[in-house]
């Protein structure tokens, strides 16, 4: 059975930096594609970032040239570098894996508080 467990979440001060964790286990197709997205309270879902098996990402707007999405393929596992955080950035941020045949994963959530 596939799992995605997130960690590295928490409270944090605006402006500080957060690192969040997201690595896969019970894992047998290929995977596509592993990303991050967040819902805030009352708000839907949102992509945050993403990273191909081949290396390509895609940011949302709001957090470009503040968040950095890396992956180590032989581990299943993306990472999400977090820096000047803003208090609009608080939210439950969960992982997501696409992979071959159109199947797909999420893991269970990590909280990020980011205090003004």
């Known amino acids: 059975q596939v799992q995605l467990v997130e960690s590295g979440g928490g409270l944090v001060q605006a402006g500080g930096s957060l690192r969040l964790s997201c690595a896969g286990t019970g894992i047998i197709f290929r995977i596509n594609a592993m990303g991050w997205y967040r819902q805030a309270p009352g708000k839907q879902r949102e992509l945050v970032a993403a990273?191909?098996?081949?290396?390509?990402?895609t940011y949302a707007d709001s957090v470009k040239g503040r968040f950095t999405i890396s992956g180590d393929n032989a581990k299943n596992t993306v990472y999400l570098q977090m820096n000047s955080l803003k208090a609009e950035d608080t939210a439950v941020y969960y992982c997501?894996?696409?992979?071959?045949?159109?199947?797909?994963?999420w893991g269970l959530g990590t909280q990020v508080t980011v205090s003004s």
């Open positions: 990273i191909s098996s081949g290396g390509s990402t």
């Open positions: 997501h894996a696409e992979f071959r045949y159109g199947l797909d994963s």
